[in-house]
């Protein structure tokens, strides 16, 4: 089993920064993909950036210029860092795994384990 545990959300004001944190534990392997989606409510969960294990990025409009996305592939970690937040932003957000790339990392379905969220809050 594979666990994604997700921290560093929180309440911040607009035009603030957060860096969210995402590990990977359990059985030790390297993840192809990881990446960052993200809900809010009464919305579909939508993606926001992914990373492959080369440190090629896939970026969503919503985060260009704002959010940016890195891993530490000996630790299984991803981080997303961002900046210049607005309210728009809140959601909570769910870091996800995709053990082997299969052409895609922009889908939920494109990912084989997620984590339990982490809430974002950004007030105006």
């Known amino acids: 089993q594979v666990q994604l545990v997700e921290s560093g959300g929180g309440l911040v004001q607009a035009g603030g920064s957060l860096r969210l944190s995402c590990a990977a534990s359990?059985?030790?392997?390297?993840?192809?993909?990881m990446g960052w989606f993200r809900q809010a409510p009464g919305k579909e969960r939508e993606f926001v950036l992914a990373?492959?294990?080369?440190?090629?990025?896939y970026y969503a409009d919503s985060g260009k210029g704002r959010f940016t996305i890195s891993r530490d592939n000996a630790k299984n970690t991803v981080y997303l860092q961002m900046n210049s937040l607005k309210p728009e932003d809140t959601a909570v957000y769910y870091c996800?795994?995709?053990?082997?790339?299969?052409?895609?990392?922009?889908?939920?379905?494109?990912?084989?384990?997620w984590g339990q969220g982490t809430q974002v809050t950004v007030s105006s």
């Open positions: 996800a795994a995709d053990r082997y790339y299969s052409g895609s990392a922009y889908n939920s379905g494109d990912y084989d384990y």
């Open positions: 359990g059985r030790t392997f390297s993840m192809d993909v």
């Open positions: 990373i492959s294990r080369s440190g090629n990025t």
